[in-house]
């Protein structure tokens, strides 16, 4: 079983007060492990529905439609001029008139300006929008984020799930990542977006400053295996288009993991004893070094099961 959830935002507080002096970590960027170089171009994965791949950046879909683009996710600032470059090209193409924020994350919000500013739709939880409103700081390595303009931030927000256009959104309150985490399906074409809730890409991030912890990528997996069928895509925030039987192999050894550092918490252990227990030792081959991972996984039990540690 799953702790229950939380209250999140007094418990945050109260944890990053307990742990923020403590979480020296290596100054690197986290979750950047990728299992193949992202290819560079344009996916297809129905007439009317694209993943859009820039080097480096996250994954973008992009669905055409109606005289119009709608974008789950809008890559970095820095790439968004390649980012309409290429949704100027798609078949079908038009102006954006709405882009999805799976989370606050720079990688999923650098185009928030451009699409505010024209006057278009920007949905997300409203957390992600609260966070965006905020300026945050990573503990682990000293990174700042500035909030947005107001302009920017995203201007339509739900709590639970919604539709649009023939599409259904949907909040995943477990919190794997951050606790703005989203999905976005498309039914018609079967395909599910889910940000950063899955990594397709070796080792995830786990933001715990916003939210995110361990039981929460166990609890989001086991929540999207209710939304998916036998032949949904599933599009990660990077590497490649992931499908049901990975949603269920990634359940497992997170499960796995989950367990072995809720036991090494309930023994005393500290996030460097963790990382030295080797809780990932048999999936390492495949998934690359854990430790940082496995620090911040560890970290992120603080937030969410000791909160007055
Ligand atoms: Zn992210």
Not at 29 to 56: H, S
Not at 88 to 113: M, R
Not at 114 to 132: D, M, P, S, V, Y
Request: net charge neutral; charged share 20%; glycine share 12%.
């Amino acid at each position: 079983m799953l702790p229950q959830h939380p209250t999140r935002r007094e418990l945050i507080r109260a944890a990053l007060g307990g742990a923020a002096g403590l979480v020296l970590g290596a100054p690197r960027v986290f979750g950047a492990v990728q299992a193949k170089p992202d290819a560079t171009g344009t996916e297809r994965l129905a007439d009317n529905l694209f993943v859009i791949r820039i080097p480096g950046e996250t994954n973008v879909v992009a669905h055409t439609g109606n005289g119009g683009v709608l974008l789950v996710d809008g890559g970095s600032a820095r790439a968004a001029d390649a980012l309409m470059k290429a949704v100027a090209s798609l078949p079908g193409s038009g102006p954006v008139h709405t882009l999805f924020n799976t989370h606050w994350h720079p990688e999923q919000t650098g185009l928030n300006e451009q699409i505010g500013k024209a006057g278009k739709t920007i949905i997300a939880h409203e957390n992600t929008r609260l966070w965006l409103a905020a300026d945050v700081t990573w503990p682990w390595n000293g990174q700042r984020f500035t909030r947005l303009p107001k302009i920017a931030q995203p201007n339509k927000t739900f709590y639970t799930t919604g539709k649009l256009d023939g599409l259904e959104y949907g909040y995943i309150p477990d919190a794997p990542h951050t606790d703005g985490d989203m999905y976005v399906y498309f039914r018609q074409q079967n395909v599910l977006a889910v940000g950063d809730a899955m990594s397709g890409a070796g080792w995830p991030a786990v933001d715990w400053t916003t939210g995110g912890w361990i039981g929460g990528i166990v609890g989001g997996l086991q929540r999207l295996l209710t939304v998916v069928n036998d032949d949904t895509r599933i599009v990660p925030g990077r590497g490649p288009v992931l499908t049901l039987a990975d949603l269920k192999t990634q359940y497992e050894m997170y499960a796995a993991i989950y367990e072995r550092l809720s036991k090494l918490l309930n023994s005393g252990r500290g996030p460097s004893e963790a990382v030295a227990a080797q809780p990932t030792k048999e999936f390492d081959a495949k998934m690359g070094n854990p430790d940082e991972f496995v620090r911040r996984a560890f970290e992120s039990l603080w937030a969410y099961v000791t909160p007055d540690a």
